[in-house]
């Protein structure tokens, strides 16, 4: 059929040349009624009264009626996209107070005598309630100066990786890469979920064979219910390969229950 949406040539159309196809229609209706549903949704958020957000000019317009009016919705999202990188640029800025180390007051060190990184009370106590606890210690108020809290569970790379996280709130690929299963068990030992969801969503997305087991074993730790869904689904359906692997005996012996819930569904699978 002619479409004077989707050809490539609208020249050749017969006049009046405004006749549209099945799939642009149904692709147009969609796009109106997708950005409807947003638009309800944001309303009801700014209209909640625990919400001080007064309501953009994207919400208090009436509902979208045709494309014109979605792509000047989808010129304000850009427009408050673009305010939010600024934003969040700028509170990222604290990130140079780490790394050039300005006006810390508190020494972090590492376990195994590593040595200790400059931090900032104040930015550990608004990160992780555990560290606030810390800090509020005995031992801590009775020695201000030279204060120095440890971290025995991670090494100086994983410390500072961890340091860095908490005043960026974010990590490049390769940093999670390198140390998210120290990273994942210091985000839910010091009470750190924004971190945690960070390494569960790279862990989601780097689950292989090769893995899957150490996976399992972080997400049964860390009481991650959808990441460990997930790596039993993939296991069960690998569980010939990953039986077969030299990592499964070790396994066994280090997770007893883990093997119990893999097995037996594995097995309620294949009896199925
Ligand atoms: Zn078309």
Known sequence: MDCCVCTSMPLILRPPRNSICGAC??????????????????TKQNTNPNNNNNGSLASRRNSSKTLDDCIRWWSEQIEILNQQKEDLGFLRGIVSAFKEQIHT????????????????????????????????????????????????????EELSSLLEFLY?????EETIAKDVYALSRAADKYAIPHLLRHCERY??????????????????????????ETTLVFLVKNIEHVVSSPRFEAFVHRNPHLTVQLVSRAYANGSK
Do not use: W
């Open 105 to 156: 007051d508190i020494l972090v060190s590492p376990g195994g005598h590593g040595l200790p990184i400059p931090a900032h009370k104040s930015v550990l106590a608004t990160r992780s309630e555990i560290f606030k606890n810390m800090l509020e210690c005995d031992e801590c108020k009775a020695a201000p100066n030279n204060q120095t809290i440890t971290i025995p569970d991670l090494n100086h």
């Open 25 to 42: 229609y149904e692709g147009a209706r969609t796009i109106i009624n997708m950005i409807n549903n947003l638009e309800t949704e944001k």
């Open 203 to 228: 862990l989601l997305s780097s689950l292989d064979t090769s893995n899957a087991l150490q996976t399992l074993e972080i997400a049964d730790v860390c009481s991650s219910h959808n990441l460990k």
């Open 168 to 172: 960026s709130g974010t990590l490049p």
